[in-house]
């Protein structure tokens, strides 16, 4: 898969869905993929943009240490797995 078609696909999934939000992807520390969808504020109608901040602060760790927990019990994940190994981004 080259980037153009991992940036179609990332748009689809975007303009499908409610995301609101920023990705941007770097491969080898070179930006191949950015975009900023829905509303920093949405009572304001304020759009994200690529430098919006998130006021998240850690408050996803428990969820994702709790999801990541699940599989590693489930027997399809391990402490050393690496991301490349369960998704396939064509690289």
């Known amino acids: 898969m080259d980037y153009d078609q991992l940036g179609k696909l990332i748009d689809a999934a975007i303009d499908k869905s409610d995301f609101s939000g920023v990705v941007r992807l770097r491969h080898h520390g070179d930006v191949i993929y950015e975009r900023a ?6 009572a304001n109608r304020i759009p994200n943009t690529l430098e919006t901040r ?3 602060a850690s408050g996803t760790k428990l ?3 709790l999801a990541v927990g ?3 019990d489930a027997g399809k994940l391990a402490l050393d797995t690496r991301l490349a ?3 396939d981004l064509g690289f």
């Open 70 to 72: 699940r599989l590693i």
């Open 54 to 56: 998130f006021g998240i």
């Open 85 to 87: 190994d369960v998704v």
């Open 63 to 65: 969820f994702t240490a």
């Open 37 to 42: 969808a829905g509303y920093a504020d949405r």
